[in-house]
């Protein structure tokens, strides 16, 4: 018992990683609100980047800087991946807002039931167009 | 002979010529008289480079093509072999008739989309040429599809909704038997064999065995669906509903002929005669065809529309060749290539006679023809000979197939299926010659009601406006009619010259 | 000195070019700028594949840092021929896209559509070229996001572009993360981000948990990104609100990219040796492949927007692809590898013919179609062609696929999967005889002035249906690069290694 607590505290980063993740990935399913789903992609995006970053950590390491003082240093690829990673979680989050401005100019809603319906009911209109 | 043709150029020539053909005739699209005349003219020329071929191969001298490679290891290619060669002659020499017989139909009729009709045969033409002269499977394969291709646009010519519903049965049944059975039985093949070019004697012996031969030779004969075996023969009657010149295309020229004619490559070049009756695999595949020949012939006999009762007697008759190649024997074999020819020039006749009647007098349906044959004596004349060649009877040439064909019964063990040609001789008596007899003896439609003074007959004709049809359409009719009596004389010929491809 | 840097400049010339596109701010200059860099990228290619036929793997150290350490552009056999691909297809549609987006987007905002593409093209080259695995994220990125707003750009045709888009956005996103999550754990694992390096690290540490988690969730990115059934929900609407040229575009490259990288997960970094591996292949892709086929091909059958009908006809030759993978087999591989090939030729053809006619009629749904056999001879007849291709019939190279689909499936003792395969090819032949049907044989409706589409848009169109013709006569070409493309990952994942995973 004591075993598996220690093994469950040992391994917090990725329990909250997960949990990042799973909240992410429901909400961005569950809600129907355009933002909102924007918002919980951007969640999931983020605990991929902590779970990067945590795993990057050496325990008592530093600063990947080379002062000839310590020898143990954290993992910097992974920082660097991120940044990378980043970068691109915030291109997608701009390019998703835009989006989201422009179906509202078109649809007059974010919703996604409300876009929703105005897209059935156009494509009713195309098959009576046949 | 001719200077500098040899005989690799003269198989290229039989495949080019009408493709060329079809681009004449394309070009010549507001000229008629020309158009026309390229289309005989070109069909002369192909039928006399097959005959030249067919001289050189007797003088010994083969000619074989490799073009591009299809796929790694599988060229298209073509050779001459016999039974190739008497496939395209009579192909060849059938459409020029067919062709002076499309001329006279189509014009009597008045259609429209002429010159897409006079394409698409010469495209289906080298479809044709392309399945006779094939070297291996995967060009017959080819040239096959082509084939149901380019026929699709000759059924569908009236596009009446009627003739959309036949073409749309007929493309889709052809090319689904094709990619469903006639594919995977070739990759399967070719897995197994290493090759699939034509061997006499076949590729398989040793590759493969018992249940897994029986399975891959059902395969074969489902997949050639132009053979038309039950359950797939539905397409044929469908096909009814184009002009008649290209029903009697479909029956007696090309695409049936096609399939029959795969099946006997299938059977002597794939499996080869030996194999198969060591194996034993083609044994249920008699049944499967015997079965088909009967219900086709029953159902011919119920069949009151002349070009529905010729579609199955099609059916049945050709229901004799994949059974004579399932019989695997050797005579079998000889009496399904005869049966090739005499059913090509029989068929044909039919077929024409059929179309005359209807130029003539406008008439489909057998009860109707009745006492035509004395308004039009040459036509029923021809179709009567040609009948009796389908029947079988001597001195005709069904007499030569009929008799291959029970002989390879017998070598065979399968003394059964001499009862059954027996038994479909007579049916075929029983749908065929009701349409003469009716035409010959019985008055004419309307003349039984009223009192019939001697005079009054010729008022009835004159009436009715039935004369002959015209010259384009009986003349040809005319010709293969006696050339299907005629070429029983030619029978052991033609067996001679195809036994040695057989096999010891 | 120029061959030396040619791997790289392949992706780079587009990714240069395509700023400039913006900054030029005439339509004109810009498509001169697509079309003479995916030109440039088409010859790139064809130069690598032949000196990788014949010299064989090619190994490029961005800024000559050498891996595994550096960004590593590895070409082999495979890639190669992917990149071959992707340039052929971009090439045809830059030249069809002038006249085609001329009428879909407005001339202010075609140089960004340039930038876009651009963008988007030099992403999927560099997906493929790439050897870092985190590079390969970067890259299809890269490509994933201009994807994004090229679809969106269909908006002022029809706003359901914006929302297919957001969607595709979201699918999308979702899936390259997934594909960073699973990166992440395999690089906790192994220490490396190049594909070769982990390859040989995984070999070495050998099948544990966190590398099955790995896996799965970067087989589940690559999912998405490549429409495996059931995950392919973005797609059809993606294709059909998007312009017609980015359409043609997508179906010939995007998830024929998606393929490639899955391929090489797959078989390099990982190996059907692993159980998981192989497990996946069999009791995932080939019931999905097949379901993929039967379910999306009936869908299609069903459709009346055509654009609508050729994208779910996608999702089932996606299917087919996955059946190819699932052998397991180098018969199989090449199959996928030709099928990779010969559906973006046939399927880029048929959806540039579907191009010609919004460029005439504004529309694509079926009723447009009647009567167009006579009034667009030359589009319907690539049509036709495509649609031929697409059922299989010999000479063309759909046929060509098909032929190794079944010899694979053969090979593999899987006989109900051949004549599944067959089958699935038939029902092609309805959805397409309906429109052949309409097109030839239904008169066209009252006062239809509708003409032939312009040369330019013409030219393109027969370049790829000539050569679905020619390489389906001759496919000597293709089928020997898709077999060293599939000996490439099949037998030599990575050099060195090649006595263990040897046949």
New interface residues.
């Given amino acids: 018992m004591v075993m598996e607590y220690n093994f469950i505290l040992a391994h917090y980063n990725y329990w909250a990683v997960m949990l990042l993740?799973a909240v992410g990935?429901y909400v961005?399913v569950s809600r129907g609100n355009?933002i909102k789903?924007i918002v919980g992609?951007n969640m999931?995006?983020v605990s991929?980047f902590m779970?990067?970053i945590s795993?990057g950590k050496v325990t008592d390491g530093t600063a990947p800087i080379l002062t000839g003082k310590t020898e143990v240093f954290s993992n910097p690829?992974?920082h660097v991946?991120i940044l990378?990673?980043i970068v691109?979680g915030v291109?997608?989050t701009a390019?998703?807002l835009a989006?989201?401005v422009?179906?509202h100019e078109?649809?007059g809603t974010i919703e996604e039931d409300e876009?929703l319906v105005i897209?059935r009911t156009?494509e009713q209109q195309?098959?009576r167009?046949? | 002979m001719i200077e500098g043709l040899t005989p690799e150029l003269a198989l290229g020539l039989t495949l080019l010529l009408p493709g060329l053909g079809a681009l004449v005739i394309g070009v010549a699209d507001r000229f008629p008289n020309i158009r026309e005349t390229a289309s005989l003219l070109i069909a002369t020329a192909l039928c006399g480079t097959v005959v030249w071929l067919l001289m050189n191969y007797l003088a010994g001298a083969t000619a074989q093509l490799r073009v591009v490679q299809m796929l790694p290891g599988l060229p298209i290619s073509f050779f001459v072999e016999p039974i190739g060669l008497i496939f395209a002659l009579v192909a060849s020499a059938l459409w020029i008739v067919i062709t002076v017989y499309s001329i006279g139909y189509m014009r009597s009729k008045n259609y429209p989309h002429q010159t897409r009709f006079y394409i698409c045969f010469a495209l289906a033409m080298a479809s044709t040429m392309g399945i006779a002269f094939a070297g291996n499977m995967i060009t017959l394969f080819l040239f096959y599809e082509m084939l149901t291709l380019s026929t699709y646009p000759l059924v569908l010519h009236h596009e009446t909704d009627a003739a959309k519903r036949g073409a749309r049965i007929y493309i889709s049944v052809l090319l689904t038997t094709s990619i469903l059975f006639f594919l995977p039985a070739i990759v399967w093949t070719w897995w197994i064999a290493g090759t699939l070019d034509f061997t006499p004697g076949g590729i398989l012996t040793g590759k493969i065995e018992g249940p897994q031969a029986a399975i891959l030779f059902a395969l074969y004969l489902f997949g050639a669906g132009k053979a038309a075996l039950m359950p797939f023969h539905f397409w044929l009657p469908a096909a009814m509903v184009a002009p008649t010149p290209v029903s009697a295309f479909l029956h007696a020229v090309a695409v049936v002929k096609a399939g029959v004619f795969t099946v006997l490559k299938v059977g002597i070049y794939i499996f080869g005669v030996g194999f198969l009756s060591e194996t034993h695999a083609s044994e249920w595949m008699i049944w499967v065809a015997a079965v088909s020949l009967i219900i086709a012939s029953f159902v011919a006999l119920r069949k009151d529309e002349l070009k529905a009762r010729l579609a199955y007697s099609t059916i049945a008759q050709l229901a004799y060749v994949t059974l004579g190649v399932s019989l695997a024997s050797v005579m079998g074999m000889v009496g399904g290539v005869l049966q090739l020819v005499a059913h090509a020039l029989g068929k044909i006749t039919l077929f024409m006679c059929a179309g005359a009647i209807y130029v003539a007098s406008g008439k489909r349906n057998i009860s109707e023809m009745r006492g035509l044959g004395r308004l039009m004596p040459f036509t029923f004349g021809a179709f009567l000979l040609a009948a009796l060649s389908i029947i079988g009877i001597p001195p005709s040439g069904g007499a030569w197939s009929k008799w291959f064909l029970m002989i390879g019964a017998a070598d065979s063990g399968q003394q059964v299926m001499i009862g059954v040609w027996m038994l479909s001789s007579v049916l075929s008596v029983a749908y065929l010659i009701p349409v003469v007899a009716r035409g010959f003896f019985l008055p004419l439609q309307g003349e039984k009601d009223r009192p019939q003074p001697q005079g009054q007959e010729v008022s009835t004709i004159s009436q009715l406006r039935v004369r002959e049809a015209p010259l384009w359409c009986v003349v040809p009719a005319c010709i293969t009619g006696v050339l299907s009596v005629l070429i029983y004389f030619v029978g052991p010929a033609i067996a001679e010259f195809v036994l040695p491809v057989l096999g010891p | 000195m120029m061959l030396a840097h040619l791997p790289v400049l392949e992706v780079l010339v587009p990714l240069a070019a395509a700023p400039l596109c913006a900054l030029l701010r005439r339509p004109l200059l810009a498509w001169g700028v697509v079309m003479a860099s995916t030109t440039f990228a088409l010859g790139g290619s064809l130069v690598l594949l032949f000196q990788v036929l014949s010299n064989g793997v090619i190994s490029y150290h961005i800024g000559d840092w050498a891996p595994p350490w550096g960004i590593e552009f590895r070409l082999d056999a495979a890639n190669s021929f992917v990149l071959v691909l992707v340039s052929l297809v971009g090439t045809m549609c830059a030249i069809y896209g002038r006249k085609s987006v001329e009428r879909e987007i407005s001339p202010e905002a075609q140089p960004l559509f340039c930038t876009l593409l651009l963008l988007c093209f030099a992403g999927m080259l560099g997906v493929t070229s790439t050897g870092d695995a985190f590079n390969l994220f970067v890259f299809l990125e890269i490509s994933s996001l201009s994807t994004y707003v090229l679809v969106a750009m269909g908006a002022s045709r029809d706003k359901r572009a914006l929302t297919a888009a957001f969607t595709y956005l979201l699918v999308g996103t979702i899936g390259a993360t997934f594909y960073v999550i699973g990166l992440g754990l395999v690089y906790a694992l192994t220490g490396t981000l190049n594909m070769a390096d982990m390859a040989l690290r995984i070999t070495d540490i050998g099948d544990s948990s966190t590398l099955r988690v790995g896996f799965a969730f970067i087989i589940i990115g690559f999912g998405l990104k490549l429409a495996i059934f059931p995950l392919h929900q973005w797609l059809p609407n993606a294709y059909t609100y998007a312009p017609s040229m980015v359409s043609a575009f997508l179906a010939g490259t995007a998830t024929k990219v998606a393929v490639y990288a899955s391929l090489r997960f797959l078989y390099t970094v990982f190996s059907p040796n692993l159980h998981f591996d192989a497990q996946v292949l069999q009791t995932l892709f080939l019931p999905l492949g097949l379901a993929a086929i039967f379910v999306a091909s009936g869908v299609a059958i069903f459709q009346s927007n055509i654009k609508r009908l050729l994208a779910y006809s996608s999702v089932a030759q996606v299917g087919y692809i996955l059946v190819g993978v699932s052998f397991a087999n180098i018969t199989g591989l090449t199959a996928t590898f030709l099928h990779l090939f010969n559906h973006a030729i046939m399927k880029s053809g048929l959806l540039l013919a579907v191009g010609c006619v919004v460029y005439r009629t504004g529309s694509c749904s079926i009723s447009t179609f009647r009567g167009l056999g006579h009034r667009m001879p030359w589009t319907m007849a690539a049509f036709v062609i495509g649609g031929l291709s697409m059922i299989g019939i010999p000479a063309t190279v759909g046929f060509i696929s098909k032929w190794y689909l079944v010899l694979g499936a053969l090979e593999r003792g899987w006989w109900p999967v051949a004549f599944a395969m067959v089958a699935g090819s038939l029902l092609a032949l309805i959805y397409f005889g309906r429109i052949v049907e309409a097109a030839y044989l239904q008169p066209s409706p009252e006062g239809n002035k509708v003409t032939e589409a312009p040369l330019s848009m013409l030219a393109p169109l027969w370049v790829l249906t000539i050569s679905c013709l020619a390489l389906g006569i001759n496919s000597e070409f293709t089928v020997s690069s898709a077999r060293a493309a599939a000996n490439a990952l099949f037998f030599d994942p990575h050099p060195g290694l090649s006595m263990q995973v040897g046949p």
Avoid: E, H, N
């Fill in positions: 993740m990935f961005v355009l789903k992609l999931f995006q991929v779970l990067y795993i690829l992974p991946l990378t990673a691109v291109a997608t390019i998703g989006l989201a422009r179906i078109s649809y876009i897209d156009l195309d098959a167009a046949q």
